[in-house]
């Protein structure tokens, strides 16, 4: 197991086939870090870079990015961290998974590979001609008081993320159908768009787009109404906010 260092630089980079000797570790990571109602299954994510090679612009570009201290390693002990982001042509980035190995935490990992990623879903969305106006991404919020959950929203505030505060998302339990759906809370960081655009239409749209392009969901559908609920009116706070609520058992 690493021991870590006080200045230790983080190296980023994609994997780009499912050969790659880091994949059983950053499953490994994606089962550990991850509770199972949080998951996907595990091939929907081995798909995604089963898929690289065949990426032409104009779909959907899935990006599988691991962090290491050690550049270009090919040891799964190397292994700190790992983010998994697509962009969708005509809609925006969308960021379903990032996680960092229990030493690493609140060592910068986590910032490295959101930055590494809003990269990577830039140039695609130049591939096409677009800009690109934000990245969304989910996180289920405890219960109660957490002090992870607390230095998530911190990690979220320093990527540029503000919390959608009016909608919840009620999302499928991937580890079993027959459950009861999972309350998810959604973050949204501008990127080619300016913040001050983000009023609450631009949010609804942004949200209604989610839903759409990745939940395949639509007016009617349990997710939507769910999400989109009548006369809610969607706004961007300080990602800090999202921990308040908890906070009051609320």
Not at 74 to 89: K, M, N, Y
Not at 124 to 141: G, H, N
Not at 206 to 229: F, I, K, W
Request: charged share 25%; aromatic share 10%; proline share 9%.
């Amino acid at each position: 197991m690493l021991t870590k260092t006080r200045k230790q630089r983080t190296y980023c980079w994609e994997i780009l086939h499912d050969a790659d000797p880091l994949l059983p570790a950053v499953r490994e990571l994606y089962e550990s870090a991850l509770s199972p109602d949080e998951r996907v299954p595990w091939e929907w994510l081995e798909r995604g870079v089963k898929s690289r090679g065949e990426w032409r612009p104009g779909g959907w570009g899935k990006h599988l990015i691991v962090a290491s201290p050690q550049r270009e390693t090919t040891d799964p002990e190397r292994l700190v961290g790992f983010a998994f982001a697509a962009h969708i042509p005509g809609y925006g980035g969308y960021l379903s998974y990032i996680a960092v190995a229990d030493p690493f935490r609140g060592r910068g990992v986590g910032a490295r590979l959101f930055e590494q990623a809003f990269n990577l879903l830039a140039v695609d969305a130049a591939a096409v001609d677009e800009q690109l106006p934000f990245v969304i991404w989910e996180s289920r919020r405890p219960d109660t008081a957490d002090p992870v959950w607390d230095a998530r929203l911190r990690l979220f505030h320093k990527a540029g993320g503000f919390w959608i505060d009016g909608v919840t998302l009620p999302s499928p339990n991937w580890s079993d159908p027959a459950a009861a759906t999972v309350p998810l809370q959604l973050f949204l960081a501008p990127a080619d768009e300016p913040r001050e655009s983000f009023d609450s239409p631009r949010v609804r749209e942004a949200v209604a787009g989610l839903l759409t392009n990745v939940y395949r969901a639509s007016p009617g559908d349990a997710e939507y109404d769910g999400t989109l609920t009548p006369g809610c009116h969607p706004r961007l706070k300080p990602a800090a906010d999202a921990g308040r609520l908890a906070e009051v058992g609320r």
